[in-house]
């Protein structure tokens, strides 16, 4: 292929260096410690960062500065373009994980260096990029200093892959470089819109929730009251009325449906047998949580970082579905809530997220243009979903359904009660068959 013959190339080349040439070659690529061991260990460095294997690092302002600046500057250029070939290839390392790239023993001192991705938290004194999704669990966390930031315009909620490094297994890791910011080539982040200058229009994509005949919720929700992308949604619903098991289903039928929409959880005030639980029903999600042994502030953080990762996420032209559980809305301030509705968008130029929270009052219902609302009464009854059917609604449901589907919601409503609704889609699994059936 193109890249072996490059890389055979480069390395015939590299051979007929000098070593005083080699390291200068070495210092130009971003090689650890150019000037450390002899030439084959430098020309092994040399032809790792042309493979990808490993990350280039900024030039080190430490030490005395070589005592001449001059290299090889179309081999440096070829080394360059052999790594963007072998990037192209993939095999990135994926969100959260890390890959062992070397350990590097060069007498008093041992670093191990690594590949780790995570999102960019920035708030109070010091960055990190979080791992795990979760503030209160460090493991693997990254320290960030402050130079990136401006050298590669690094927002917050970014996700930031790079070469990291930590003296040892009591220290936090340190980012050394940085390789990619949000899966893309890190010269591209300086170029990105912002989130406040997108354009947002109503939504108008049409949504199906609904996985299989079997998910009554969310067929019930697809003729009732349809989701769309960069809708504003809120589930009205009182204590062990099957909330939490609402979004779980409107996940797993987005995820299903639609590949390439990214589906985002934000547990707050959780209990931990569910953020196991949805750890290990949803691993292709991503899953910010807080839970209710941590503080207030801890709650506010997580769904901060939660929102601006969505929002950096639509920059880059993606659909986001974000689905927010909170057990008690006194442990999440009024102002982040309204941020975090306020989110949602429908950009015109490209882009999207979409916010179902189960944290919803008068407050936060005026600014939602979908609302599903769960009864007392059906849940007393054991009747589920408990879904009030004549309470449920989406604004301009007219761009999302079909006047057949339009037709028969309002036939359906006006005959026939909620449990009596819920019971015809248990019995009659094909929505379809339905709509034919009350269009008229």
């Known amino acids: 292929m193109r890249e072996e013959r490059i890389l055979e190339d480069i390395k015939s080349r590299l051979e007929k ?27 092994e460095a040399i032809l790792e960062i042309a493979q990808n294997v490993t990350a280039p690092e ?118 050394m470089s940085v390789t990619s910011v949000n899966g893309k080539p890190v010269q591209n982040a300086s170029n990105r819109r912002r989130f406040s200058e997108l354009t947002p229009v109503y939504p108008s994509f049409n949504v199906k929730t609904a996985a299989n005949g079997e998910d009554t919720a969310c067929r019930i929700i697809d ?32 995820s299903l449906n639609y590949p390439q929409i990214k589906v985002v959880f934000l547990l707050v005030d959780a209990r931990p047998e569910e953020v ?52 008690a809305s006194s442990n999440v301030a009024t102002e982040e809530i309204n941020r975090l509705l306020c989110c949602a968008c429908n950009a015109e130029e490209g882009g999207s997220v979409t916010v179902v929270s189960t944290l919803a009052d008068e407050r936060y219902v005026s600014l939602a243009n979908m609302c599903v609302t769960l009864s007392p009464e059906l849940a007393a009854k054991r009747i589920f979903p408990a879904i009030d059917i004549k309470s449920s609604y989406a604004d301009r449901e007219e761009s999302l359904l079909s006047a057949d589907e339009i037709s028969a919601a309002a036939n359906l409503r006006a005959h026939l009660s909620s449990e009596e609704i819920i019971k015809l889609f248990k019995q009659i699994k094909d929505s379809g068959e339905i709509v034919l059936k009350y269009k008229n």
């Open 276 to 327: 196991t639980d949805f750890k290990r029903s949803y691993k292709s999600a991503q899953l910010f949580y807080s839970t209710f042994d941590m503080s207030g502030d801890m709650h506010l953080k997580t769904a901060r970082l939660c929102m601006e990762y969505c929002k950096r996420l639509c920059e880059e032209g993606e659909d986001v579905f974000l689905l927010f559980d909170g057990r």
């Open 223 to 254: 003729l009732f009251a349809p989701l769309a992308l960069g809708q504003r949604a809120v589930i009205c619903a009182p204590a062990k009325a099957g909330k939490t098991s609402l979004i779980k289903s409107i996940g797993a039928g987005i």
């Open 58 to 175: 900024p030039p080190s302002l430490r030490g005395a500065p070589p005592k001449s600046q001059q290299f090889d500057e179309q081999l440096v250029a070829d080394i360059k373009t052999c790594r963007e070939y072998y990037i192209a290839l993939g095999g990135q390392p994926q969100d959260g994980e890390k890959q062992v790239l070397k350990v590097c023993d060069s007498g008093a001192e041992t670093y191990n260096d690594v590949v780790l991705s995570g999102v960019l938290d920035l708030n109070g004194k010091y960055y990190f990029l979080r791992t795990n999704k979760t503030l209160s669990s460090p493991e693997n966390d990254v320290f960030v200093h402050e130079s990136f930031l401006n050298r590669y315009s690094l927002r917050e909620g970014d996700t930031v892959e790079g070469l990291c490094r930590r003296r040892n297994s009591e220290e936090a890791y340190g980012l």
């Open 17 to 43: 260096l000098n070593i005083y040439e080699l390291r200068q070659v070495a210092r130009a690529v971003g090689v650890h410690r150019p000037a450390d061991g002899k030439k084959s260990r430098v020309t």
